[in-house]
């Protein structure tokens, strides 16, 4: 590698400083992401209170260098300096970074002084109309110890469950999507190997029923192309989490009634929900929506239970059922 065009010394001292700020300073989590996987995103803030995590997360983009590499002194704002990436960098990234349900933020660390600043990459301002090659970044905004409290109110804000569950998706849970096929094709037959397999038992609430009615909630007319498409794509992720994932969380009863020989019928909707790890993109949160249909005699002894797949999808800030 050419030496004047070798970046991993600055890539290497800038990764370094914001772990020291993040977790030596400040004493939150760093969690880097993988050079070959960042996709725009070199890693995640997560914050804790007094060692315990909140459930809240920031991501993280991070340029390091110095003198003509990526600073940019801009006389239009003297109280503001640019990150020089380039117009095509940031026509690219933008639409990654305002998709993600969280935060991001770029630091800047000069590799000379070690100091670091930060900006808001889903705020507007930070963005130059005149040279659209650079990213605004505030002079008054050190990236520190005490940054973290103006975090709070950035744009994309968003507070995890902290019991939520982390699990990892490895290729043969999204490697069903074939490209000699439609997606739906491909979808349609992964969803009818799983509807006949015997990898449908959660650990506590017992087999669950992968059925036409599943399908047809996903692909039902005037749900969005793109939600669509989403589910269909995450449909191994909802197979493992009804093997691995325990917690259940209860969203909405939907009917209750009694029947004709005087039993109760309660039929709801209960999720579970993980922080997935994915072998080609960014971590997110999955939601998978189950619907139950209880029996219950006079006495409220439970005599029939079924469950059945109703949908997957990664919910944002949603609180629908989708």
């Not at 349900?101 to 005149?130: H, M, Q, R």
Request: glycine share 6%.
């Amino acid at each position: 590698m050419d030496r004047e065009t070798d970046t991993r010394p600055q890539n290497a001292t800038g990764m370094a400083i914001v772990n020291l700020i993040v977790q030596g300073e400040a004493q939150h989590g760093w969690q880097p992401y993988a050079p070959d996987n960042d996709n725009g995103v070199d890693g995640i803030i997560i914050f804790r209170k007094d060692a315990v995590d909140t459930g809240e997360i920031i991501f993280v983009q991070i340029k390091c260098g110095t003198g003509n590499g990526y600073y940019k002194a801009t006389k239009k704002r003297p109280k503001h300096f640019g990150v020089k990436v380039g117009e095509e960098y940031i026509s690219t990234h933008r639409p990654r970074w305002n998709a993600l349900f969280g935060p991001i933020i770029l630091v800047y660390v000069d590799f000379k002084t070690k100091k670091a600043w930060w900006t808001d990459l889903k705020d507007e301002n930070s963005y130059s109309t005149a040279n659209k090659s650079i990213i605004l970044v505030p002079k008054e905004q050190r990236f520190g110890q005490h940054s973290f409290g103006s975090f709070k109110s950035l744009k994309g804000h968003l507070h995890i469950d902290p019991q939520i569950e982390p699990i990892d998706a490895a290729r043969d849970d999204i490697d069903y999507l074939k490209l000699t096929s439609s997606m739906k094709t491909s979808a349609k037959e992964f969803y009818n190997e799983w509807a006949t397999s015997n990898q449908r038992t959660h650990p506590d609430l017992g087999e669950i029923i992968v059925s036409r009615e599943g399908w047809r909630h996903i692909c039902r007319k005037g749900r969005r192309a793109e939600r669509i498409i989403q589910s269909w794509s995450l449909l191994g992720v909802a197979k493992k989490m009804i093997q691995s994932v325990k917690k259940i969380y209860q969203l909405k009863v939907f009917t209750s009634a009694i029947d004709s020989i005087g039993n109760y019928v309660q039929t709801d909707y209960i999720s579970l929900r993980a922080q997935v790890t994915f072998p080609q993109r960014h971590s997110s949160i999955v939601q998978v929506v189950l619907k139950r249909k209880r029996k219950f005699n006079g006495t409220n002894n439970l005599i029939e239970n079924k469950i059945w797949f109703h949908s997957v999808y990664e919910p944002f800030s949603r609180k629908k059922i989708r």
